[in-house]
Structures are given as C-alpha cells and as structure tokens.
C-alpha cells in the first residue's frame, strides 16, 4: 500500500470524497451530501476550523447515538411568514438545504420570512446558509444557540453558548457582504490552542471557575468563557437563546449540553432560526436603488482601509476554484484513515 | 412672578406639560402628543438622557426647518408581511405608534412581520417601540441608522452611525426584558462631558482625525467613535445600515449627516425597522411553553449575579409611577422657559 500524498482536489471531488466516508460510516446519502457540501466549502475557503477537521465530529456524534443517520427532514409550509424543518435529529445541513427553497418563495411573496429547523445536529458555520439565500438576491439573518461554555456578563457560570450570528446582503456581480461570528469573545479551540502551547490567553476571554478573570488557559476551560463587547454581546447572545431556543420550542445552551452528557467533542443538539428579506419589496420603489445605494456605503468601509468580513474567504475561494484545493499528506492520510475505519477510527 | 420650585409631577401630568410646550412651539397636537409620551417615558424610567434633555433638541430640529410640525403619518398595510409608515417628515413617534396595531396584528396573522418607518426624524431611545409591542406579547428587534460619527472597525473616518440595537422579549407578569444599545462603544455625549470634565476618555472609544487611538476628547470629537466589540460590532453597525438604510429605501448615515447640514444638534432624519415575532405562532405547538422555557433562562442569569438590562430603568418606573416624577427646580425652571418662550428658547 502506498503512503498518501498531498494533492489538489477539485470541489467536486473533495465533495465526493467526503460524501463517501460519510456514507460508509453510516450516515444515508441525503445526510452524507449536504454535511460534504457544507465540509468541502470550508476547506475551500481556506476555513480549515469548519473544513474536513470536522468530520471526527461527525462520527462521533453519530458513534455516541446522538445523531440519526438517516433523518429525512420533514417540511411545513402554510400561507404564514413561517417555513418549517424538522431535521428528525439529523444534521441541520440537510434540513436546511430542504427548507431554503421554501423560505426564499415566501420570502419573495410576503417580504420578510423566517425558516426555524428543529431537532437538528449542529456542526457548520452559519455562512454557508447565509450564502445560499444571497445567491437568491436575499438578505438574511441566522443564529442558534450552543452549549453553555459562556457565563453573561457579570456572572460566572457557564450558560450562555458561543452563540454564533451570522447575516448576508447580496452585492449583484460580487460576493456578498457576509460575516458570521460567536458571540464569545474568543473560540473555544482558540483557548485550547493556547493551552496546548502553554501560554496564557489575553485578558477578557474568560473567568476560572470561582468567576474570577484569567489568563490560564487550563483555569478558563474549567471555568467560563466571556461574551464579546461586554453587556452589549452578552445580551446579544441572551437574544439568540430566547429567539432561536426557547421561541422555536428547541433546546436552549445548557439544555443542549445537558442533551450531549456533556460531552463537548460531539455535535450538540438545538434547533436554528434564519431570517429571509426581500429588498425589492422592502424598498418598495422609493427612491434610490437598493443594492447601488448598499455598494456606496460598503465602497465607503474599504475605501478607508477597513477590512470587510468574509473577504479573505472570499479570496481563497477563487484561488480554489481556479487552482483546486490543496490538502497536506496528513490531511490524505486522515481522510483514508476516516474512509477505511469510519466508526472505529475515532473514540 | 415665582421661581418654579421642584416639583413632583404624575405622569400624566408631565406627559401633558411636555405635549403643552411642544404644541405651543408649533408643534400638531399628534406630533406634539407622541414626542411627549416618549420624552415622559424617558422621564418615568430615570433615563435623562432621554427625558426633557430632549426637549431642546425637538424645538432646535423645527427652527431648522428640518422636521414638519404637522406631519400626519399615512400607513399602508397589505397582505405581506411588511406594513408601511410614511412619517410625512416628522418625527418617528407619532409615525411608530400608527403602525403599531397593524404591525401587532400582521406578526400574529403570520407569525412574523416588520414595520418600515421612512421620511422620519428620530430623538428617542428605542426602547419605548420595544416595549409597546412586548405588552402585546410579541417578540421584538428594532434598529435604525443615525449620522455618521463611527468609522469602521480598522478604518479612521466617520461613516456610521451609533445604529442602536434593540430587542424584547414579553415576560407575561413581569416587566419585558429588554435591551436598547448604541453600537458603538461610547455614546457621543459621553465624550462631551469628559471634554468639559477636562478628564481623558478610556482607550478604545475614539481615534482622532488621523485615524489614531486617542483619549483626548477634542481629538475624539474631531475624529471618529469606534464600534462596541471590534470588528463584531462594526459588522452589526453595517448591518443595520443596509437593512434600516439601503434595504428600505431611506438615508444612511453619511446621508442623514448631510441632510442635517452637519448640525449635530438636531434629530437625524433617517428611516427605522422594527420586526415583530409571534411567539406562540413560532413555537407551533412544540413540547414546553416558550414564555416559561424563557423564565428558566432568564432566572439562570440574574440567579448567578450578572444584571438583566433594562431592570435599573423598571425599577425607576415602579418607584415613579408609586411615587411621581421628582424633577429639580433648574429643570422645573427650563420647562417653563420652553413654554414661554417656545422656538425662541432655543439657538
């Protein structure tokens, strides 16, 4: 047998390669496909935290039975603002590649509609959903709950989740302007990165267990992480557990951690909600074009040297495109380790 | 003639000295009328910077020309999920509260809906459209831009707005919880007083015109705010410039400086969105009701010492309405000035 190399995969074939050693792990070909797609964009956008690193988490979600492998989503739609998706506790990629059709229709004819998936397993970034409905000329609004590793401001217990928001607005001829950020100050691979290397972490991340502030990693992780900007993204965070937990009917953060017996290397369990807004009937033939009007403000950001979010991703999704997606012999090696032992190649 | 004395005032009968001042100022009973009922809001809560500070502000925006006195709000509803409050030119309150009803009634028809407020001058804190929809058991967001004064999260230039954020949750029994912030750090005035304390304002709230970090307050006053949260925040600033701004058909930021002439002093002409959420219609029957699954996380919050928002300003508003509304003579004195002496009070 030969040692793999490295290589340069096109997206169709990192897709097909990811969907294989999805399905032969068990999951059915609808969970397998959309978990591929949402896993190969990552890589392709040079987004390595969401890329194939998370197809461990995968399987060891569905080897502790906390996921159902061949969840067929089930859809509602009715004449209100309201798409429904019951993931049927599969991942959520697959509900909501089976909702966002509906979603952008009763979007377009009411203005304004939201998709709430249920019972879903979580494992994605929120951009990739936010870009598909950009790509229908949408502007949208998408945020879930976690599992509680963050305490709110002024306490110093975790409860809250990372909690992570996420919004796009259509730029007709360019990627979209898009960003999608936790809610936490800081990551929490981001503070095992820092324990690994035995150095402490910037001041602000977290509070040890007693709720005191730390710069220890070891002292943060047994602790709590901290909401970004202070009360405001506390609040913020609070916002998303009450919209996209308790008013979908779906687990809140400490319901969810409670859901994976606290076993934070698996996928938690909770539902998402995602906002869709047509900006032809929000405008409304008033004066000014939307998207122009939007390009001179966003030309104003960059015009001043101020980055705008989601740009380096951008950038490296058409270097991808052209060049093909560039994998180290590791990265090779692990995925034929994961495509040989599936199950039994994570513990 | 007797000096005006301190004074303890119900509300109501401060709501209608400040409707009387308004009125006599030139001001239409219904504009007079809804400004009053927020100004008296503000009052009732503790929250002065909302309060009769306002009142100048309204007068000074008239003598401008820049706001109509007598604007009459005309609504639109149909059956979409967007209901429609031209505000004529005046100001955003008397227009929030004729799309109100429709806007409750539309969210529960769907589940969902939003209210668009274009061609309005804006003076208040959001916070008071918040909690009119609360009381009506709705979920709510609200946000509108401002003038430009903030420069993007690695920019140096001004060019959002402070773009508050605000959202409510209904809390049945209980006051709402809400939140009502500016996006960035530090509020305007808050720079102000530093600069006439001669004290240094702390690092991360401005830079200066040459896009510097500062902690002088002339240099700050000269050069820009900085978003709440780095990068985080300057992202949700843009966001509501192009759902509140572009997306509706009114002006941005730099677009409501230049129609103010640059006259910080006055109300920002600008439009407004507020999207409402019908919980009952959102939770669709699921297991566990959503107003109680929200008691479970809101009592895990403040039971570990971190602060719900909104709660020093409710507190106020208990003692007020037990008590009255305790205002000092200067400001018993100043109303009386604005009431004798009208637009010629103000410069």
Chains 1, 2 share one sequence.
């Not at 793999?4 to 169709?12: G, I, K």
């Not at 319901?255 to 995602?274: C, N, Q, S, V, Y």
């Amino acid at each position: 047998m030969t040692e793999p190399q490295a290589a340069t995969l096109s997206l169709a074939d990192l897709t097909a390669l990811v969907t294989d050693i999805l399905h032969r792990a068990g999951f059915a070909p609808n969970q397998a496909a959309a978990l591929a797609r949402t896993i190969a964009a990552g890589e392709r956008d040079a987004c390595k935290s969401h890329g194939i690193y998370r197809i461990e988490a995968c399987l060891r979600t569905l080897k502790e039975g906390k996921v159902a492998a061949d969840a067929v989503p089930t859809l509602t739609v009715d004449d209100s603002a309201i798409v429904r998706v019951d993931a049927m506790g599969g991942f959520a990629n697959a509900a909501f590649e089976a909702g966002a059709p509906a979603l952008a229709e009763r979007a377009r004819a009411l203005g304004l509609a939201a998709l709430v998936i249920n019972d879903c397993n979580h494992i994605s970034a929120l951009w990739p959903e936010i870009e598909t409905l950009t790509a229908e000329g949408l502007a949208a609004i998408a945020m879930c709950p976690s599992y509680a590793t963050v305490a709110p401001t002024g306490g110093s217990q975790p409860l809250l989740g990372t909690n992570p928001f996420a919004f796009g607005w259509p730029r007709p001829g360019k990627h979209p302007y898009v960003f999608d950020f936790a809610t936490s100050v800081a990551a929490r691979g981001e503070i095992e990165l820092h324990r690994r290397a035995g150095t402490p972490i910037p001041e602000g991340w977290a509070v040890d267990a007693q709720g005191h502030p730390t710069t220890d990693p070891e002292a943060a992780l047994a602790g709590a992480m901290l909401p970004f900007g202070g009360h405001k993204g506390s609040a913020v965070s609070t916002m998303i557990e009450l919209l996209a937990a308790a008013m979908i009917g779906d687990l809140t953060s400490p319901e969810a951690l409670a859901f994976l017996d606290m076993k934070t290397t698996i996928a938690p369990r909770h539902g998402e909600l995602i906002l869709a807004f047509c900006p032809e009937r929000f405008a409304a033939g008033r004066s000014g074009d939307p998207f122009a009007r939007a390009e001179t403000l966003l030309d104003a950001i960059a015009g001043q040297g101020a980055r705008l979010p989601s740009g380096r991703r951008h950038a490296a999704r058409e270097t991808a495109l052209k060049q093909g997606i560039r994998l180290t012999a590791a990265e090779m090696a692990q995925l034929d380790r994961l495509r040989r032992h599936g199950l039994d190649a994570v513990s």
